[in-house]
């Protein structure tokens, strides 16, 4: 297990997430059940953007595989039926990208891969620092960007 491994199930633990080592096989299982997370071989990058789907889902959504968004594009997941419209499933997924990558650079990840990977650089459509400020509107990050819920650094 590496050091960002450790850090991002620690942070898991912080949250008092449940989650399993298991990897889902065979579509019998969810990235998130709506009680606990698989993460299995899931690298810390991808177990970040978890963590953010977490944080930005209401509570309802919370209690629903897959956070009700419908998707499970990773191989071996189930896809669920969307429990919202497809445009606020969107706007769940953006804000669970800027979330995810505001978490990497406040721990000194390479956020750089995740953030073109995620298309902001090459999109017209959505501005990254409005998501940003939503995300402070939420109370999920600090008026220095910084994740509002990590511990502070030292």
Known sequence: MTEEDAVVRGILRDLGLSFTEDTPRGGD???????????????????????????????????????????????GCRTVPREMPKEDAQLKEHLASTLGIQLELALGMPWERTYVEHGWDDTDELSFEDQVQTLKTMGLLNADERPSFLKAPG
Do not use: C
């Open 29 to 75: 299982l969810y990235l998130w059940t709506g009680t606990q997370f698989h993460i299995g071989e899931m690298t810390a990058a991808n177990i970040i953007h978890e963590i953010a789907h977490w944080l930005v889902a209401t509570e309802e959504e919370r209690s629903l595989p897959e956070f009700g968004l419908g998707e499970a594009p990773e191989p």
